[in-house]
T-cell receptor, first 113, second 115 residues
Framework: GNSVTQMEGPVTLSEEAFLTINCTYTATGYPSLFWYVQYPGEGLQLLLKATKADDKGSNKGFEATYRKETTSFHLEKGSVQVSDSAVYFCALRNGGGNTPLVFGKGTRLSVIA | GAVVSQHPSRVICKSGTSVKIECRSLDFQATTMFWYRQFPKQSLMLMATSNEGSKATYEQGVEKDKFLINHASLTLSTLTVTSAHPEDSSFYIC???????????FGPGTRLLVL
């Protein structure tokens, strides 16, 4: 079946530190991969996505590269800010728009000034 | 970008009552909507997939008679928690697929507290 494994948190970083949140997946075929962010008390927002191997998704300084050979989609940011504090979810979708997302467990990031 | 709204954002009810949660796609048509449940500090658990004009497909372990889903139009899906009990207290999130890339857009969530 399809599954997503992401590093467990919480992760605490100082402002301007480098961020990596690991995500690996198991899927048949060629899924699309996503990172969603959830700020406290809110729903999920799409952060970035990649739909095929070697694609790099990027947004707001975050980026992730679809690595088929390692079945990974690690999230990185070169310099985090306090406002990046949130929960980050890695997800995959193995099909079209009528196919639900499969989520990892989420990684809570806290950035301190 | 596309917007999905949920109403209400927060509801407190007594045990035994029913609660209806609405999910609307505001600027696009969504043939498919999804309902998720999120427990504190945990991931999202898919409850059901809702297709306009047809019966919802429920995930294993989700009681379809307790969590009634109606997808009456291309912009509205409702989730009714019937005879709610304290263990139904949770954060319920809907999402809708739309746009040229069929991206899933999430609503802001509804926090349900059953006393």
């Amino acid at each position: 079946g399809n599954s997503v494994t992401q590093m467990e948190g919480p992760v605490t970083l100082s402002e301007e530190a480098f961020l990596t949140i690991n995500c690996t997946y198991t899927a048949t075929g060629y899924p699309s991969l996503f990172w969603y962010v959830q700020y406290p008390g809110e729903g999920l927002q799409l952060l970035l996505k990649a739909t095929k191997a070697d694609d790099k998704g990027s947004n707001k300084g975050f980026e992730a590269t679809y690595r088929k050979e390692t079945t990974s989609f690690h999230l990185e940011k070169g310099s985090v800010q306090v406002s990046d504090s949130a929960v980050y979810f890695c997800a995959l979708r193995n099909g079209g728009g009528n196919t639900p997302l499969v989520f990892g467990k989420g990684t809570r990031l806290s950035v301190i000034a | 970008g596309a917007v999905v709204s949920q109403h209400p954002s927060r509801v407190i009810c007594k045990s035994g009552t029913s609660v209806k949660i609405e999910c609307r796609s505001l600027d696009f048509q969504a043939t498919t909507m999804f309902w998720y449940r999120q427990f504190p500090k945990q991931s999202l658990m898919l409850m059901a997939t809702s297709n306009e004009g047809s019966k919802a497909t429920y995930e294993q372990g989700v009681e379809k008679d307790k969590f009634l889903i109606n997808h009456a139009s291309l912009t509205l899906s409702t989730l009714t928690v019937t005879s709610a009990h304290p263990e139904d207290s949770s954060f319920y999130i809907c999402s809708a697929s739309g746009g040229p890339f069929e991206t899933q857009y999430f609503g802001p969530g509804t926090r349900l507290l059953v006393l």
